[in-house]
């Protein structure tokens, strides 16, 4: 190994490597797209879990399709955080970066994914490479490097792939998944193991020529890299998987019992249709891709209607152009589960990034007032269960009932325990039986709005589903009473679903100077950020939402034993200090817009729109900021009391 | 009997059904619109079907027309404008044992639910497809429709529209993997009739446009056919829809088409100088994406339970 860093420029003489043990360590692999840092980045996550470490992925996904070879733009790859206890977020900074070449690496740093003191594995090539323009660019960034404080390493990838493969460019990423391996004594075998399942349908051949590539890339570590990192893992008592949400998703499908998913590719939701296609017509599901997402949604409630259980998967723009069909299922009281991953808006946006701004739209992103159920998993485990919930919900309450997942969500992974599938998870098969022709197809219990529902097939119950206002028997009613009395049942059974709710958990003390709340996949970050400023002695406690239409009961309550509330989101808001903004013009963030008007709470809020998920470490530094507010504060009143005493 | 296949059904006597079976709430259509006629003709064919109530459903979209299914006694989904194809093609997905009848309108069909149209003819899974085409929107009180006359006048163009309407049945011709397209009026009561059924028999999606009247909005549109017989042109072919003889008589124009020629299907539903009525196109090979969507409904709680497990365990580690 050759290095920049003078520290460690001489080839490592002792074979015994320097060993540092750490809690938890976050290492990035980046390449041009197409050099499968991406596949060396989940394998190396999924092995870490299999060795019983806690692991979060992130995608690092370039702004293009196809960025310019060597480009600022053109990261692509993945971020792996393993920790000894769970990871449940990105976390900050990286502690070791694999970089292909030194230009992707600037995209990473540009995005703040770097520190002082990260270590960067550099592909060497490009300062042995005949044209004498990118020889200069890479001599810069190792100048640039070393005085921006990384402790850089030049590591001849391309060179050692070549004595095993003819095209380095598509191996180098096993040799550098072989190598981390060594750097964090991975079981080889497992990575062995994960080659089999990926490349399984490629043959052999191609099996071998990975495998030996990782071997390669292990040895060379062995002999060059005079340190090691050991991340101590807990083994798992029980069986664990490990998956992306978009996966989780399609698998809480099938274990849900629903049996047709209509939907229209919109990233980042549509690897949940390629995840069904592989395996849902073996569980007797049916997918449709549909000409467009009215048509999909359409499609999902003429199923529904039919009595099966249905649902679509959609992202923003897709959700704008279907509030119009789940404005029908809300009238017609269909159940639907509509999930929604989330991804940077407005409008087209940022197709490929994170947001959590769709909150408000699936609460009142349709003409008129309908009520439906909104649920939010945290995790990706939850990813999984919610969609359960959700279909559970749906039928019971004969509601849509939107999931709001997110791009976070969607491509991390994360390991869990292996859900055993129960029968009662799947829906119930039809009920044929001759419905009683006295039982309105509407028969709203006046405390909760439920009622049963007559399927086509089911003799007797023959009713004529529509969306214009009507009455307990379909019939179309303009009467002002009889709009009234149905208004009030769809709308009761947000307040009869809630009766069943329990109030959330506070994470933290029950009471303290401040309170963080956030939904989804801000979750991870902001109980970490939390964790730390407690250690330091901070009054700072937490809460995720899961129910968000109906709220969970009991916030009012929560909010008043803190001396100050704040929502943390992805979404868009006016900071409260904005010179440009008043008290009055202040734009909320969409949690705490709702939270505001149903608890009457004088709730804050702190959001940023970065396309990224938000790391801990700004959240924590926000949460600080609001402490020494507060702090301030109590001071001063001191100050007061002494002057008046 | 939860738990029961949904198509198992206790008969100790056979049914008889009888038009009252099929009647719904009293139609409130204008007097003399052509939708009631269509209306009675579904009735009939129900009846003479014996389709089970509890078995047909009528899926519409919005308008005067889709109005429809609340005066029949079946099943019934009134829905959007535009939409009610999505819908049928979803009812249909994992439900072979029902009957489906879509009535759509001009705007409905040709104007904002113009992607579904087509890609329902694409998709031809089994249903009856009744478009009701009076050239201009009922409902919303007289606005030009994808199909009003070149210079006509309505509310939205008082000068006369400004376009050439589209035709209709060469869009739906143009689809690749078209199925059954026959066009008939609604003031020829035994044309209807025999057209809905053979519509109904089809295995697959029927495309039916229904020149329809709309005294109200449209008083003389179809008035120039009825007066004069020789704009009218019955389509003729042992293949095609069967009228009886005395009901022939009353066309003048009449011309042998085989429906499965699609080049002089081509050619009649170009030649604007005549209105063709009968069989235009039929294909009985064209795929059938509900015979694929509705695979696998057969299957078990055990088995689905087994494929779940089975997909979970892919992600073990
Ligand atoms: C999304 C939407 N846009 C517009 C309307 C208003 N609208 C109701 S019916 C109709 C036109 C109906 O015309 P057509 O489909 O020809 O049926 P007809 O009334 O003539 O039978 C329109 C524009 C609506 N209900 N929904
Ligand atoms: S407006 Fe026209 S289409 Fe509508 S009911 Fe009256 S006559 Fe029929």
């Not at chain 1, 996949?521 to 950020?529: C, L």
């Not at chain 2, 014996?50 to 889709?66: A, H």
């Amino acid at each position: 190994m050759t290095s920049s860093h003078a520290a460690s420029s001489q080839p490592s003489s002792s074979p015994e490597p320097r060993v540092e043990r750490v809690s938890e360590h976050i290492v990035e692999i980046v390449s041009d797209s197409g050099e499968g840092a991406q596949t060396a980045g989940q394998m190396f996550g999924t092995v870490s879990a299999r060795m019983g470490n806690g692991v979060w992925t992130v995608e690092i996904i370039p702004a293009e399709i196809e960025p310019p070879f060597r480009s600022r733009a053109g990261a692509s790859g993945n971020r792996i955080r393993i920790s000894s206890g769970a990871a449940t977020n990105m976390g900050d900074e990286a502690d070791v970066v694999v970089a292909l070449n030194e230009q992707v690496l600037y995209s990473r740093i540009d995005v703040g994914a770097l520190r002082r003191g990260t270590i960067i594995f550099l592909e060497s090539k490009w300062g042995e490479i005949d044209d004498e323009k990118i020889r200069r660019e890479y001599r810069e960034a190792l100048e640039d490097f070393e005085k921006r404080g990384y402790r850089v390493f030049e590591v001849p990838m391309e060179r050692e792939c070549l004595k095993i493969v003819r095209d380095p460019r598509r191996g180098k990423n096993m040799w550098v998944l072989g190598m981390l391996c060594a750097l964090y004594g991975r079981n080889v075998e497992f990575v062995h193991e994960e080659i089999r399942k990926k490349f399984a349908r490629k043959g052999e051949q191609v099996i071998e020529s990975n495998r030996k590539l990782v071997d390669a890339g292990y040895a060379w570590a062995q002999q060059n890299i005079p340190f090691r990192f050991e991340v101590p893992a807990q083994p798992a008592e029980k069986p664990r998987v490990v998956m992306n949400g978009n996966q989780a998703v399609a698998l809480g499908i099938m274990a849900s019992g629903i049996e047709v998913v209509s939907m229209y590719p919109i990233t980042p939701a549509t690897s949940v249709s390629h995840y069904l296609a592989a395996s849902f017509d073996k569980a007797g599901g049916f997918l449709h891709q549909a000409e467009d997402e009215i048509s999909a949604i359409g499609f999902a409630i003429g199923a529904s209607y039919a009595g099966k259980v249905a649902a679509t998967v959609t992202s923003g723009p897709g959700l704008a152009l279907k509030t119009e069909f789940i404005g029908l299922a809300v009238m017609a009281e269909i159940p639907l589960v509509i999930v929604v991953v989330q991804r940077g808006g407005p409008s087209t946006g940022l197709p490929t990034r994170v947001e959590q701004g769709e909150l408000l739209a699936s609460l009142f992103g349709s003409p008129g007032d309908v009520p439906k159920v909104v649920i939010a998993p945290s995790s990706i485990e939850e990813c999984f269960h919610f969609i359960i919930t959700a279909r559970t919900l749906a039928e019971k309450f004969r509601t849509p009932v939107i999931v709001l997942t997110d791009a976070n969500l969607a491509t991390g992974q994360q390991p869990f325990t292996r859900p055993e599938v129960r029968p009662e998870w799947l829906a119930p098969p039809l009920d044929m039986a001759p419905w009683d022709r006295n039982v309105a197809p509407y028969d709203w219990d006046r405390e909760t709005g439920l009622s049963r529902r007559p399927i086509p097939g089911q003799r007797g119950g023959e009713y004529v589903l529509t969306g214009l206002a009507h009455d307990r028997w379909s019939h179309v009613a303009y009467e002002s009473a009889i709009n009234q009395e149905a208004m009030s049942m769809r709308s009761r059974k947000l307040a009869a679903l809630q009766r069943t709710l329990k109030p959330p958990k506070v994470y933290g003390d029950p009471e303290g100077d401040l309170l963080v709340v956030g939904w989804g996949s801000t979750r991870g970050a902001i109980e970490e950020a939390v964790d730390r400023v407690r250690a330091d002695g901070g009054r700072v406690s937490s809460l995720t939402l899961r129910f968000l239409s109906p709220l969970e009961p009991g916030l009012a309550e929560i909010f008043r034993r803190f001396k100050q509330v704040m929502t943390v989101e992805i979404n868009y808001s006016d900071d409260g200090d904005d010179p440009a903004v008043t008290r009055e013009s202040r734009r909320f963030s969409q949690l705490a817009w709702l939270l505001r008007a149903k608890t009457l709470v004088d709730v804050d809020c702190w959001s940023r729109v970065p396309g990224t998920p938000l790391p801990p470490g700004r959240i924590e530094k926000e949460i600080r900021r609001r402490l020494d507010g507060e702090k301030a504060v109590r001071h001063e009143e001191a100050k007061n009391v002494r002057t008046q005493g | 009997m939860y738990g029961l296949k949904d198509d198992w059904e206790l008969e100790p006597r056979a049914r008889r059904f009888v038009l009252e079976d099929y009647q719904g709430a009293t139609p409130r259509w204008c007097p003399g619109c052509g939708d009631h006629a269509i209306l009675n003709a579904l009735q009939r064919l129900a009846r003479d079907e014996q389709l089970p109530p509890e078995k047909t459903v009528v899926v519409s979209g919005i308008g005067c027309s889709s109005r429809l299914p609340h005066y029949m006694k079946t099943y019934g989904f009134h829905g959007l404008h535009g939409r009610p194809l999505p819908v049928a093609c979803g009812v249909r997905s994992r439900r072979p044992d029902l009957n489906i009848f879509v009535i759509t309108g001009d705007g409905d069909c040709c104007a904002i639910g113009t992607a579904h149209w087509i890609h329902a003819i694409r998709y031809n899974m089994k249903m009856t497809v009744m478009m009701f085409d009076n050239n201009i929107y009922g409902l919303t009180k007289m606005q030009s429709s994808p199909t009003t006359p070149k210079k006509h006048f309505s509310f939205t163009h008082p000068g006369g529209a400004p376009l050439s309407p589209i035709n209709p049945l060469a869009v739906t011709l143009g689809v690749r993997n078209l199925s059954f397209l026959a066009q008939t009026i609604d003031w020829n009561p035994p044309h209807l009739y025999a057209t809905l059924r053979a519509a109904h028999k089809h295995e697959g999606l029927a495309f039916v446009r229904i020149l329809q009247r709309c005294p109200h909005f449209m008083p003389e549109i179809w008035t120039r056919l009825q007066e004069d017989p020789q704009l009218v042109m019955l389509l003729e072919h042992p293949e095609g829809i069967q009228l009886e003889d005395a009901a022939k008589r009353l066309f003048k124009r009449r011309r042998e088409h085989d429906p499965h020629d699609l080049a002089a299907a081509h050619e009649i539903v170009n030649d604007e100088s005549v209105v063709p009525i009968g069989l235009i196109y039929k294909n009985e090979n064209a795929e059938r994406y509900d015979a694929f969507s509705s695979r696998g409904i057969e299957m078990t709680t055990e088995e689905k339970l087994a494929a779940a497990q089975q997909a979970i365990d892919r992600f073990l580690i």
